[in-house]
């Protein structure tokens, strides 16, 4: 892989699919589909373009499917099987909400992860997600529009090789300058709770 956050398709018919989002049945089916065509030679590759979480009606399968995804990694490969990194996915990796109107929508994740004793190994999972796959015939894919900021290569160049620990780590360095108690005070002031 040339880029920490691309992945490089460079032959073979794709099956690409997006925003599951926690829907069981649906994310069943494309599995049964891949795979009958995976096995017949007639699909080499699945591409989920991410929001593969967060069921827009219960129930939400999320984590069986984010399980399941891990596991055909496993066995048939990165490149066969991708999942990129997606608006759903993202909050996971910096542990913050996500509303859909009032809605926080990853609380049910949040608890699921918590309940599963696997919550650092899926959100490790996710922090490595790509968020592009580069064809060799010059067709990305990602989970929303491209920002024209691609066009700068030095914007490209920081989201091809983006690396959320690292920032994650910098922002933890940079809070250790401040008093975060009287942040958090400054903070229950201005959004009314004191």
């Not at 089916?29 to 219960?58: K, M, S, T, W």
């Not at 984010?66 to 055909?72: A, E, G, P, Q, T």
């Not at 490149?79 to 926080?104: A, D, F, K, S, W």
Request: net charge negative; proline share 4%.
């Amino acid at each position: 892989m040339l880029y920490r956050r691309a992945v490089e398709i460079d032959s073979g018919t794709m099956m690409v699919v997006t925003d599951l989002h926690g829907d069981g049945a649906a994310f069943d089916r494309v599995i049964q589909i891949f795979r009958e065509g995976y096995e017949a030679g007639r699909i080499l590759r699945l591409l989920l373009c991410g929001d593969l979480i967060h069921a827009n009606v219960p129930p939400d399968d999320s984590l069986r499917m984010v399980l399941k995804v891990m596991r055909l990694q496993a066995e048939l490969g990165t490149q066969t099987v991708i999942l990129l990194c997606g608006n759903h996915e993202m909050p996971h990796i910096y542990g913050q909400p996500l509303l859909r109107g009032n809605t926080n929508v990853t609380a049910a994740f949040e608890h699921a992860l918590s309940k599963s004793g696997k919550r650092d190994e899926i959100v490790n999972f996710l922090a490595e997600l790509p968020f592009f796959a580069l064809t060799s015939g010059g067709v990305m894919f990602c989970h929303a529009g491209p920002t024209h900021e691609i066009a700068v290569p030095v914007k490209m160049k920081q989201l091809l090789d983006f690396d959320h620990i690292a920032f994650l780590a910098s922002v933890d360095e940079e809070l250790q300058r401040y008093d975060l108690d009287k942040a958090r005070e400054r903070y229950a002031v201005n959004m009314g709770y004191g």
